[in-house]
């Protein structure tokens, strides 16, 4: 059984910066395609950033220079470093996998495994 569970989400200032976590379990990060979406307050649920096996990276624009996705094999897990932050990256985060190719990492019907999401609030 495939688990994914996120860490790190919080309250921060404009300009500040998060870490968001996600400890995998059930399947090796470095094997699929894992991503980021958000979903904030009456929205759709967007593309963040996403991470194939071989460690390419993809990134909506809107996070574009201050996102950075990477992953630790060793501890399973896919990281989203959050600089910047601005108000309206106010939202929860979630954490996907997907045995996909990365060229369809921004679609979410891609992603068969969810994590239960954390939240982020970026104050003005």
């Known amino acids: 059984q495939v688990q994914l569970v996120e860490s790190g989400g919080g309250l921060v200032q404009a300009g500040g910066s998060l870490r968001l976590s996600c400890a995998a379990s059930?399947?090796?990060?470095?094997?699929?395609?894992m991503g980021w979406f958000r979903q904030a307050p009456g929205k759709e649920h967007e593309f963040v950033a996403a991470i194939s096996r071989i460690g390419g990276t993809s990134y909506a624009d809107s996070v574009k220079g201050r996102f950075t996705i990477s992953r630790d094999n060793a501890k399973n897990t896919v990281y989203l470093q959050m600089n910047s932050l601005k108000p309206e990256d106010t939202a929860v985060y979630y954490c996907?996998?997907?045995?996909?190719?990365?060229?369809?990492?921004?679609?979410?019907?891609?992603?068969?495994?969810w994590g239960q999401g954390t939240r982020v609030t970026v104050s003005s």
């Open positions: 059930g399947r090796t990060v470095s094997t699929v395609t």
């Open positions: 996907a996998s997907s045995t996909y190719p990365i060229y369809y990492g921004r679609n979410r019907d891609r992603y068969d495994y």
